[in-house]
């Protein structure tokens, strides 16, 4: 909406503006006591902003308890755990692990081995995302940030963002939000990205990968440093990857852009900027069902892309791309006084490109745009052109009451809008998809331009949100109480039956945790939650009415024990989920929404590190899973009989087990994942049984050799067997096999779910060092 897009424009003009002329504002030389200043994000700056980097030097901030990391710069199991002080439970990754996996993997092969996720991936270059389950919820629940910023897509395009090399960490909040990040369908909880932080001094990095599926990768990320005495640093990275896909036939191309840039402020301000660029062409993996990954896997049968230009399943009239996605996020800390302190964290977020996916032969009354009849054996193309700007900001104050209590207020504005339509057009004589805008094969009816969809869709949030914070005992007792009220407007126009849904919605979303330092090596802590998730328009075309809006109550209770030698985080949980919203894959990268009833999910996570002990860090995590449904699901006029049924995508049991050795020459690190089995299906009949995943990372790391600070070899393996196993499926399905409705009217059996499969055994080589 133009309203929208003005407010955005005048934010980002104010943080421009701020980069230049904020370096004279007036700074206070005097800085809150640390004592009774709560724990900083990050090592954290931004109160409550997960995500925010501090400059080197700086001295810590207050902040709300939504993010305590009060020395959590310590990590265990080679960095695959942190220790953490926060009021609820949080699972982090560090640089320490990502530095020995392969640069070509994505910020979802980086937490396959978190305990509270089953991540599902399609592919070992890179190029593609995946999906994540957790605690019986999907990745619809989960929202995604950059640096405390929305990514405009989900899991399956978070790659499209940021590279590996330039990930920080990254932090996961299994059922929990801090009250100013942007978001409200968060019941799984938020996956922060922190980005990297520009160096004082000039150099940079560069490595070279090269692997299984004829996978090439190189990157480059060149450091200004200190430029001057600006205060000013930045980087510039390049990347730029090919592959072929890991089954059938096709290839892949991506190029991305990074670009970061820092401004302190005297000792406890700064500004911070991140932009990335990324251009993709890739093939669109088809999804088995039961029916064809067994016959795949017994050899009699495929369901990759054909290399025939003649089939309906040729690779190249079944691709993304060019797709050019676009993100920006300027977040904002300034200490004004002694006691108060500003956020502003603006993002936007474009996206533009097509996709195409064969559709059989073309249709009758079909005409070229010379008049010229369509021939009835004419292989046709659905081009899905889609524009999806996403704009918001975050704006909070945060004020130091006394030494014992801190108030937070704060206010978000998010909009979002995407325009999703299909122009049909003919593959070319190779039978390749051609640009939509290529007018001499586009098809025309009645001289109107020949459209299989045409809609638009989008949201607009206003939300509100205050905390208070007290701190006694010597910090060791920390309560918190906050209440964030977001009112969301949604809307969905098909512009082809002129069918049109939306919705107006006003949601207060309570929190309150207590946490409590028995001593340096214990900590208890509660935690409980209301979260609210609109169904996502742009899944609305195949709706015949409005799915209604879901809310979670989430309660967790933990315990932490870390001493010099382990660490130990421990997580009770329970959720009570009204109207489960869930996706149905359609085909094509085409969902609709249904409700699913309700459901109520608990269960407890663990995890348990080492720090080094002879140079070796073991890490063991595991999670129990008891999740049911609540209620029988409308079908028709009638119903499924599936209360009491096994939540689907909710296996009892995960478990992980790592162990990493580091002399700081030679490093190793092997993980093996296990997911348990798994239902798939509403009313249970058809599941998938439990699997095995494994990584192996080697390397070497040289001493420094002329410019060469850092010489590094490392081999990654994935998938040391090669076994063909199913970790998820892309939406939910009713019945596999035929099933009476509670009415007593039988409905027929369909083809089930369709999965994603683990790709097979993979081998990549990377040479890299800083410079």
Partial sequence: MPHGRRWLLATFLFGTTGFVTVAHAQVPDRVADTRHASRPARQHVAPARAGAQQPAGAVRST???????????????????????????????????????SPAGTALDMVKNLPSLNVSTQDTSGMTGGSIESRSLNDGDMALLIDGAVVTSGTEYIQEDIDTENMDRIEVTPGTSAIDQPVTSAALGVMNVATHTPSHKYGGLVDFSYGTNDMSRQFIRLESGDIGRTGLRTFFSFSHTHADNWIGAGASDKKHIDFGAQKDIGTDSYIKFFASWNQERYGIYNYPTADQFYAKKHGTGTWGGSSDPNSTDFWGSHREGPWNELFLTLPVHLRLTHRLQFDLVPYFAYGRGWSSSSSGEAGSGLTYANGTAVSPTQLSVNYYDQRTPTTGATVKLTYDVSRHNQVTLGYWYGYTQSRQWGPNSAVNQNGFAIDPDNLSTAYFRDGQRDYSANQQTGDQIHALFIQDTARYLQNRLVVSAGFKFAMINYWFNNYLTHANMGSNSTVPLPRFSVSY???????????????????????????????????????ELGYRYNNRYMMLDLSLFNYAITNRLLSVYNANNSYSTINAGNQTARGFDIMLSTHPIHHFSPYVSFEYLNAHQDSNVQYGTSYLPTRGKEAIMAPHVMANFGLTYDNKHFFANATVHYTGPQSVTLVGDERIPGYVTDTISLGYRFSPFLVAKSPTFRLNFTNLTGSMVRTGTTGVTDNYHAVTLLNGQRIAGSTGAQFYVEPRFSMTGTISTAF
Avoid: W
């Fill in 63 to 101: 902040a709300t308890p939504e993010i305590l990391n009060v020395n959590s710069g310590r990590a265990g199991g080679g960095g695959m755990m942190r220790r953490e002080t926060a009021s609820h439970s949080i699972q982090t990754v560090t640089r320490q692990f990502m530095d020995m996996r």
């Fill in 517 to 555: 330092e028995i001593n340096r090596h214990h900590q208890i802590y509660v935690d409980a939650q209301g979260d609210f998730r609109a169904p996502d328009p742009s899944n609305l075309s195949q709706n015949a009415a409005l799915p209604r809006n879901q809310y979670s109550i989430k309660e």
